[in-house]
């Protein structure tokens, strides 16, 4: 039987939890900071072109003797998304919250690369044009949410691993029945 509160008891308070919208700003936090960093970094004072749009373009960077190594030349802007795709479902209890917590953040990096080409070449409607009327932005679109996804799968599947090890879940098995009979 449920128990029905008078007017005058009050309801026992639950802590709040901010461990996931603190992930969820984490998360932001790198995107904006780290990639877009290093998107920053790779531009400096040239001009902008479509590439800014078309940002898988600037993944791997072929090695030119010109220009000194730097860490971003070897994939630091993919590992950024797939670092955030971990942190994101490694952080939670039940995974699917971090595979929601990777949906929520899939168009930002989309959605900063338009408004970023909007401010420094004041011309919506071309990176509108570049992101959604070409083959590349498509592409683009698709290389970042299977990097997220791809390092959320990583992070589901460590997690598992770990719980497995602390011996918190135990992996699916085919337990074999045999049926006895009474002779």
Known sequence: MVKKLRNSEKQPKHPK????????????????????GILCAK???NS???????????YFKGYD??????????????LILI?????????EEISLYGFKHVLYIL??????????YWINLNNLS?????????LNGYLTIIIDSLLLFFGAFIGYKI??????????IFPNRKYLTTSTTMI
């Open 107 to 116: 168009p930002l990096p989309t959605l900063i690369s338009l408004i970023w």
């Open 43 to 45: 531009y400096g004072d």
């Open 65 to 78: 003797p010109e220009t000194p190594l730097k860490v971003w030349d070897f994939g630091g802007m993919p």
């Open 159 to 168: 997690k598992q691993y770990v719980l497995f090890k602390q011996g918190v």
């Open 17 to 36: 939890d901010y461990s996931r919208l603190a992930t969820i700003i984490l998360g932001l936090y790198a995107l904006v900071f780290g990639f877009f």
């Open 83 to 91: 670092l955030i795709g971990f942190f994101f479902v490694y952080r």
């Open 48 to 58: 902008v072109d479509d590439r800014l749009i078309w940002h898988f373009m600037l």
């Open 126 to 134: 071309e990176g509108l044009r570049l992101q959604f009327g070409t």
